[in-house]
Nanobody, 116 residues
Framework: QVQLVESGGGLVQAGGSLRLSCAAS????????MNWYRQAPGKQREFVAG???????NYADSVKGRFTVSRDNAKNTVTLQMKSLKPEDTAVYYC??????????WGQGTQVTVSS
């Protein structure tokens, strides 16, 4: 089992920045990929960014150039640095981990609200 706890959400004006963190515990040695997803009201959950254990990153087109995902394997954390935030970035952001058996784990989510 893997447990994930997000932190760092909040309210920010358009154009501002926020930094989200996700702390992993449990069978962390089994984690291959860590991702960030988000879900806006009335919409499906969507992929935002991901990073493999080797540091390869992947981003949704909507956040490329504005968001940066990083991973500290020693601290078992993954961070999502968000810049130039837009109102359409408003959502609950979820940390996700995929282990070496392709099992998904999810955090409880953290709210990000971008005001115009």
């Amino acid at each position: 089992q893997v447990q994930l706890v997000e932190s760092g959400g909040g309210l920010v004006q358009a154009g501002g920045s926020l930094r989200l963190s996700c702390a992993a515990s449990g069978k962390i040695f089994s984690i291959n990929v860590m991702n960030w997803y988000r879900q806006a009201p009335g919409k499906q959950r969507e992929f935002v960014a991901g990073i493999t254990s080797g540091g390869t990153t992947n981003y949704a087109d909507s956040v490329k150039g504005r968001f940066t995902v990083s991973r500290d394997n020693a601290k078992n954390t993954v961070t999502l640095q968000m810049k130039s935030l837009k109102p359409e970035d408003t959502a609950v952001y979820y940390c996700n981990a995929e282990d070496n058996r392709y099992v998904d784990y999810w955090g409880q989510g953290t709210q990000v609200t971008v005001s115009s």
